[in-house]
């Protein structure tokens, strides 16, 4: 191969590696939605807002932004399984232009107390590496699932009127 | 009040306010309580934990309607001509159809009971967590289909082999069959010969349905397959009773 040719194919290949969107071309912003509850607890919902922005001169394709939760209680970290709190888990674009937005949210249903921690995250067919969020942190507080003053009076106060129903039949 | 309707408050009123029929009720209420009582000292659960309460607790309901069917169809047929108190029902007026009417409305109104009596133990597990309308509406759509396969099934074997003992034993073992899903794990449902009995067995059927609007807080239009498993034995179970009942003999 001449000097010549070997130079013009290594510029065009240079070129077309700077031309396509890395992941440093992608922001991710998130940002809990103002509506939220101020101390959420289990079973309320939260919705977070997130803004994928393509930062870049050439349009990202083959975007996919997906939603993370962990767990941040000491002893207890652990990344979430998401199935039981959000239908919502990843938002995909087929291309993003130059500076264009991608404006998505995340709807929660909180299953579990404790401290958490969310984070969106994106990559793009031919990126390279991770665009990421902020994190967000939020806690959710205890709720009684199964209630003793709700079922001890159902648990007792059923059976007690099929009693009361049979001494009635027999002494009516 | 017709002849049907005679016979239906007579057999309600046999299951109900008899005193096996009470003593019936009071075990139901019992076991439920006892589910109960033990969930309370359990302070982990998550509301998806309470969601899987509330669908145990349907199951299990599902599962005593059907028992209650099944023994109440058997006695209807086998029960009535061991007493000897068949062949008097026979000589009424009543056609056949009618008398089966009437036994399944007697049936019906103490699977009504029974459910009515289920419910403040759904409310008590349940009205924190999610989908408990949804749950005794589901329980009231797909369960009574079921409980009603199995008492036509009952009646049905009742007919055909004629011993009271032998439809019980045969009833019941068809009855646990069915309901193991209850008590099988996912993944054992998962195998080929699992997902194929899910397939076809109406309690899976339900209980599928139950877990598909309960836990995963879908529609219950979404469960037309579930719907169509269930009505389909609850149609063969019904021919399987009027055929068997017509073929008894005075």
């Known amino acids: 191969m001449r000097p010549f040719t070997a130079t013009v194919l290594f510029v065009v290949l240079l070129a077309t590696a700077a031309g396509s969107a890395q992941a440093g071309d992608v922001s991710v912003s998130l940002e809990p939605a103002p509506g939220n509850p101020s101390a959420p607890r289990m079973g309320d919902r939260l919705h977070f807002h997130s803004v994928i922005q393509n930062q870049g001169q050439q349009a990202v394709d083959g975007l996919i932004a997906w939603i993370s939760l962990v767990q941040i209680d000491k002893g207890r970290e652990q990344p979430m399984d998401l199935e039981d709190w959000s239908a919502h888990k990843a938002v995909t674009s087929a291309s993003l232009a130059p500076g264009a937005k991608l404006d998505t949210d995340w709807p929660m249903r909180l299953i579990q107390a404790g401290h958490y921690r969310v984070v969106i995250s994106a990559v793009s067919r031919n990126g390279v590496g991770l665009s990421a969020s902020p994190f967000v942190d939020f806690e959710v507080l205890p709720k009684p699932v199964v209630e003793s003053r709700r079922v001890l009076p159902v648990a007792f106060g059923v059976p007690l009127l099929v009693i009361g129903a049979m001494l009635w039949r027999r002494w009516s | ?250």
Do not use: C
């Open chain 2, 1 to 250: 009040m017709n002849a049907i309707g005679v016979l239906v408050r007579k057999e309600a009123g046999e299951v109900l306010m008899s005193g096996r029929g009470l003593t019936w009720l009071l075990a139901l209420s019992g076991m439920l309580s006892v589910f109960t009582l033990l969930l309370v000292s359990n302070t982990e659960l998550s509301l998806l934990d309470n969601a899987q309460v509330v669908y145990d607790m349907v199951g299990l309901v599902t599962a005593l309607g059907a028992l209650l069917a099944l023994i109440l169809g058997a006695d209807s047929v086998a029960g009535e001509r061991e007493r000897g108190t068949l062949v008097p029902l026979l000589l009424t007026p009543l056609s056949r159809g009618q008398i089966l009417a009437g036994k399944l409305g007697g049936l019906l109104i103490a699977w009504g009971v029974m459910y009515v009596l289920a419910l403040p133990y759904l409310w008590a597990v349940g009205s924190t967590g999610q989908n408990m309308t949804d749950a005794m509406v589901v329980l009231a759509v797909l369960g009574t289909p079921v409980v009603l396969a199995f008492a036509f099934f009952g009646m049905g074997l009742g007919a055909v082999l004629g011993s009271l003992r032998s439809t019980l034993l045969t009833g019941l073992v068809v009855l646990i069959l069915s309901a193991s899903p209850l008590l099988l794990g996912p993944s054992l449902r998962q195998a080929t010969v699992g997902r194929a009995f899910d397939a076809v067995n109406p309690f899976s059927g339900a209980l599928n349905a139950y877990d598909a609007v309960i836990i995963d807080s879908q529609t219950l239009i979404a469960q037309a397959g579930h719907w169509l498993t269930i009505l389909a034995w609850t149609g063969l179970a019904l021919w399987f009773a009027v055929h068997g009942f017509k073929r008894v003999s005075r």
